[in-house]
């Protein structure tokens, strides 16, 4: 039996400065690449052994690609060529400014340099309720939990003779009107009007409903007035039907109940409407940001810090042209990163350091085939295919790995000429905690 204590960091002992990575997310990485073995020893800890393209989860949830098209190992990004490179699969459980050092499950480490570049998790703003039985979707595992769980609704919808249970099995609502929220429900009415009638014969999907819930008036709030407004007449197009303005106050698995009172009878829904900073404890709470962000300066430094540092999602860099921070998107931590690296290089020779500055490449969001909205630089907005072709260019672009891009490139392709969705397998069901009737007729399947 595996016992923590026979588990060690085994990092060499080294002469050159250390800098420690804390996430292997966007941020992390594009620092790491930028880092010569030969003037710093570089370690990176995560979790997770891979990098994950997290903008196209939703298309793993709604059975458009399989998890491993948008993950790649992040071994096989550092291999030989990175040298004094060391990855650790462990969990950093905090930072001790005072002793320069970082504890994690199977031991401490010190560092020279710290770059917390964490990213973050779901925000279910308290409610505990909502986070116990929604589906969010942040995580490679919460994509393959939702994508079990739409298709179980379907195959139970298909042998129910409860039509209340039926139509509670056909609901889905979708909390959170940003792009997770809007991809997701424009990848589910395709599948709705093109592949579900083929697979459920016997169905009705005029009867499956799909809701898209923002509390904001507008879908889309980070983008354009302009594409919101294209983007909700897209998805109202398809058949989503849009609640603007409109909270959740409750959901316990079988109906979600909004601020004002109405009630939708579902069995899925889906948590998109905020994310919080994934903070580690030993650095001072009360410095910490709205939304769970460190405060750091042009040269990302968290407040009060010379030699912790905070890049991408987690980090709160406040200016002129961005008094709340940088958009919570890939570019500015891809940006950030690599920003970072150099000035790493310019302290060791003894140089000043050189402020941050963001060059926002735009926005993109799909809705469907040949919908899609896009804010590029210089207040253009982009609607309908040549913005879908933008948004098809852009992520195979960001995929990481060869194999990916043309894994990724030929689903997109296969789908856009048949309509076709490869990925529908239940091949983890989901359970949720407490569903005593699934998990014994789960279980009575599973038997020999």
Known sequence: MLDLKDLSLNIPETTKPRVVIIGGGFGGINLAQKLPGKQFQVVMLDKQNYHGFWPLLYQVATAGLEADAIAEPLRKMFDEDYEDFHFRPVRVTSVNPATKTISTLIGDLSYDYLIIATGTKSNFFGNDQIKQNSFPLKKITDALNLRSQILQCFEKANMTTNAALRQSLLNIVIVGGGPTGVETAGALAEMRKHVLPGDYPGMDFTKMNIYLVEGLDRVLPPMSPESSKKTQAYLEKMGVIVKTKTLVESYDGEVVTFKGGEQIQTQTLVWAAGVAGATLPGIPQEIIQRGGRYPVNLFNQIDGYTDIFAIGDIAMMKSEKY?????????????????????????????????????????????????????????????????????????????????????????????????ERGTRLIIRPFIRKGDKATETFMKQQAAD
């Open 323 to 419: 008094p709340n921070g940088h958009p919570g998107v890939a570019q500015p931590a891809i940006q950030q990163g690599q920003h970072l690296a150099k000035n790493l290089k310019r302290l060791l020779a003894g140089q000043e350091l050189q402020p941050f500055s963001y060059f926002d490449k735009g926005s993109l969001a799909i809705i469907g085939r040949a919908r899609a909205v896009a804010d590029l630089p210089g207040k253009i907005t982009l609607g309908g295919i040549i913005a879908w072709f933008a948004w098809l260019f852009v992520h195979i672009y960001y995929l990481i790995g060869f194999r990916n891009k043309l894994v990724v490139l030929s689903n997109w392709l296969y789908r856009f000429f048949t309509y």
